[in-house]
């Protein structure tokens, strides 16, 4: 059987209306929260949820509460890192952009305690 263009659209049209793997259901939206890095946008990432800490403490019980449930935990701060290193899918996404206070600084070895 030979088949034009015209004809292999419509068939091919009709099929995706009735094919059961198909779906436009609600319950296949995709879960979590889209997260990228701000400058080159090339790793869009779907993480559980994202979590901002403001404080030691608040960052362990983010950490404590993604354990007991088996979560994996992943750590940003200003999203400018580039090559997909800096989201775990399905993970917490710590954002730590508060925790911005200097503890310390070393100028002869050129460290900063934050």
Do not use: C, W, Y
């Amino acid at each position: 059987m030979e088949m034009n263009r015209r004809h292999f659209l419509k068939t091919s049209g009709s099929l995706a209306l009735v094919s059961p793997t198909v779906s436009f259901n609600a319950k296949d939206k995709p879960k979590g929260i889209l997260v990228n890095d701000v400058h080159s946008g090339l790793n869009p990432t779907r993480v559980r949820q994202v979590e901002a800490v403001e404080s030691l403490k608040g960052l362990q019980q983010v950490v404590r509460r993604a354990s007991r449930k088996g979560a994996k935990v992943s750590i940003a701060g200003g999203r400018h890192a580039m090559g997909a290193q800096q989201f775990g899918t399905d993970s917490v996404l710590l954002d730590t952009r508060s925790l911005g206070r200097i503890l310390g600084f070393d100028r002869e070895r050129g460290l900063v305690k934050v």
